[in-house]
C-alpha cells in the first residue's frame, strides 16, 4: 500500500516569496491534515479536511495561508507572502475517523 | 483550552527499561496515541489507548488513565535505534483531530 506522498521534500525561499506544498493521501483516506512542525516542537495542526470540506482551520493564519482540497483527494498548502518565523516542517497526514494518522514524508521550508 | 506536556528530554543505556510520561488536559478524550519520530523524518505510530490500562506490543507498552489525565509509554530492551523522539497525541472528540504534545527526546547511549 502507498503512503502519503508529498512534494517537494525541500525547499528554500526568501521573505515574501510565495510557496506551494502538495499531498496526496492514502487511497480512500476521507481526512487529510496538514500539520507545521517547528524544530524541536510537536506538529501544530494548520488545517484539517473531511473529503473536501474544510472541518478545522483555526489555526490557519489566513492572511498568509491557504489550503485547498477541490476533489476531495490530493491537497495543496500555499503561503503568501512568506516570513522567516515560517521556517518548519510541513507534514501531511491521512487517515479514518476511527483510525491513526498516516503521516507523509514533510517539505523542510527554509526561508532567508 | 488543550494542553499536554512531555519531559523535553531523557537519556537511557542500551539494553535499558525506560518510561515517557505524558499528561493532559483536554476538552474531551476519545484516545491517546504515542508516535514516534526519527530526526529529519514523519512521525510514524507506535500504540493506541482508549481505555484505561496497558497495552503491550512487543518491547513497547503504553499505559493510559483518564481519570488522572496521564499516560505513559514504556520502552524495554532499549537499542540504539530507540534513539528519537517520542510525541503523545490526544484525540479530543471522534473525527477530530490530534493534539500534539512537545515530544520528548530520548538518547540511548551504549
Known amino acids: 500500500e502507498a503512503g502519503v506522498a508529498q512534494s517537494p521534500r525541500y525547499k528554500i525561499i526568501e521573505k515574501r516569496q510565495s510557496v506551494a506544498f502538495w499531498c496526496n493521501p492514502i487511497?480512500?483516506?476521507?481526512?487529510l491534515y496538514w500539520y507545521q512542525q517547528i524544530l524541536g516542537q510537536g506538529p501544530k495542526l494548520l488545517i484539517q479536511?473531511?473529503?473536501?470540506?474544510?472541518?478545522?482551520d483555526s489555526q490557519l493564519p489566513k492572511d498568509r495561508f491557504s489550503a485547498e482540497r477541490l476533489k476531495g483527494v490530493d491537497s495543496t498548502l500555499k503561503i503568501q507572502p512568506a516570513k522567516l518565523e515560517d521556517s518548519a516542517v510541513y507534514l501531511c497526514?491521512?487517515?479514518?475517523?476511527?483510525?491513526?494518522?498516516?503521516f507523509g514524508p514533510g517539505t523542510r521550508l527554509t526561508v532567508l | 483550552g488543550q494542553n499536554i506536556d512531555q519531559p523535553t528530554e531523557m537519556t537511557a543505556t542500551e539494553g535499558a527499561i525506560v518510561q515517557i510520561n505524558c499528561t493532559y488536559q483536554?476538552?474531551?478524550?476519545?484516545?491517546l496515541f504515542w508516535y514516534q519520530q526519527h530526526a529529519g523524518e514523519a512521525p510514524t505510530f507506535l500504540s493506541y489507548?482508549?481505555?484505561?490500562g496497558l497495552e503491550e506490543k512487543g518491547r513497547f507498552s503504553s499505559f493510559l488513565s483518564r481519570s488522572k489525565g496521564y499516560s505513559y509509554l514504556l520502552l524495554k530492551e532499549l537499542q540504539m535505534k530507540d534513539s528519537a523522539s517520542y510525541l503523545c497525541?490526544?484525540?479530543?472528540?471522534?473525527?477530530?483531530?490530534?493534539?500534539f504534545g512537545p515530544g520528548t527526546r530520548l538518547s540511548v547511549l551504549p
Open positions: 497526514a491521512s487517515g479514518l475517523p476511527t483510525d491513526t494518522q498516516y
Open positions: 487511497s480512500g483516506h476521507a481526512t
Open positions: 479536511f473531511q473529503n473536501n470540506g474544510v472541518v478545522d
Open positions: 483536554t476538552s474531551g478524550f476519545n484516545g
Open positions: 489507548n482508549v481505555l484505561d
Open positions: 497525541a490526544v484525540t479530543p472528540r471522534y473525527g477530530q483531530n490530534f493534539v
